[in-house]
């Protein structure tokens, strides 16, 4: 089957590394605020979408790192991913909040965003914005590190465990 013009206009804005990281610079050379977030975003839900939008409005451009396949199976087993990277790309960039996709095959982020040199880091969590990955690359040129509570009652994991339950 070939492409829509709406796969095209989705699949243009997962973009390569390298294109991730021109795309970022010409951003910053407009004035425009870049944000970068990370994760592996399989089975998107609600807790994921208020995230992203949260971090959208943070700034003017919302860069999301994902995780591929492969980093995702050293990460959460051989199990995981449920959804493919491809389409796992797709679901995010049908969001408006969301800007651009780049791949990563790493088990973090952390040469990505030294790459990509956001305005601001942001992650989802309990964490200490100082234990995020990539907290010293940011802050060391002038950014900062956000961190977004998770909303309650929702995540992954939770949803595979409900899916699971119901069609044993």
């Known amino acids: 089957m070939s492409p829509t013009m709406n796969d095209l206009t989705f699949m243009d804005k997962l973009l390569s590394r390298e294109d991730a990281v021109r795309r970022c610079l010409i951003e910053r050379l407009r004035g425009s605020t870049v944000v970068f977030t ?3 975003f399989d089975l998107l839900h609600r807790g994921h979408l208020e995230y992203l939008g949260a971090a959208r409005d943070l700034g003017t451009l919302l860069v999301v790192g994902l995780n ?9 087993g051989s199990k995981r991913p449920l959804i493919g990277q491809e389409d796992r790309a797709y679901a995010l960039l049908a969001l408006h909040c969301v800007d651009v996709v780049v791949l990563f095959e790493e088990d973090t982020p952390k040469s990505l965003i030294c790459e990509l040199n956001p305005h601001i ?3 989802g969590g309990d ?3 100082e234990n995020v990955v990539g907290y010293d690359h940011v802050t060391g040129i002038g950014g900062r590190v956000e961190v977004i509570p998770f909303k309650e009652g929702y995540s992954t994991t939770g949803l595979i465990q409900t ?3 119901r069609y044993r």
């Open 68 to 76: 591929s396949d492969a980093s995702v199976q050293r990460l959460k």
């Open 163 to 165: 899916i699971a339950e």
């Open 127 to 129: 964490y200490l914005p």
């Open 121 to 123: 880091l942001v992650k």
């Open 38 to 40: 990370n994760g592996v």
